[in-house]
């Protein structure tokens, strides 16, 4: 039998469907076959996250938000060194530039971060803020 190749743009539709059908597990594989062949597919996901959070599995929810991180911190990571090894000189002066203008770190990476990332960002700061309560034992439940 022969293999189905479906692109990504089908499996984000075959996704999105099987969420409207409530067919979450369904989903979840959809979305999570479209990050195995695209890393850095926003959409894939921010879907995953969506679904995630709809079924209050907030920790698989931040597994998720850390993995795309992640994936866009290796990403920026290679075409910088990338660019830096192509334009050796170029990069020794708009390092030094950018650094005096404090638009890098100390390890050179760009302060700057895309809209997206700094939304998961935040979306994983108040995750795990959430959560926090759940699991500390300071905290005492109100009994009625």
Known sequence: ????????????????????????????????????????????YNRLMIVYHRQKKYKMEIAIIKKALQAYEKDVQQDLLAWKSENSTSAALSHNLAK???????????IFEEPQIMRWRKRLANLERKI?????????KKVR
């Open 100 to 110: 005096a203008l404090g638009l890098v770190d100390d390890n050179g990476f760009p």
């Open 132 to 140: 926090k309560p759940e699991n500390d034992p300071r905290k005492k």
């Open 1 to 44: 039998m022969k293999a189905i190749r479906i692109s990504l743009n089908e499996l984000m539709k075959i996704g999105k469907q099987q969420e409207i059908d409530r067919d979450s597990n369904g989903a979840i594989k959809s979305y999570r076959a479209i990050i195995g062949k695209d890393p850095l597919h926003v959409q894939a």
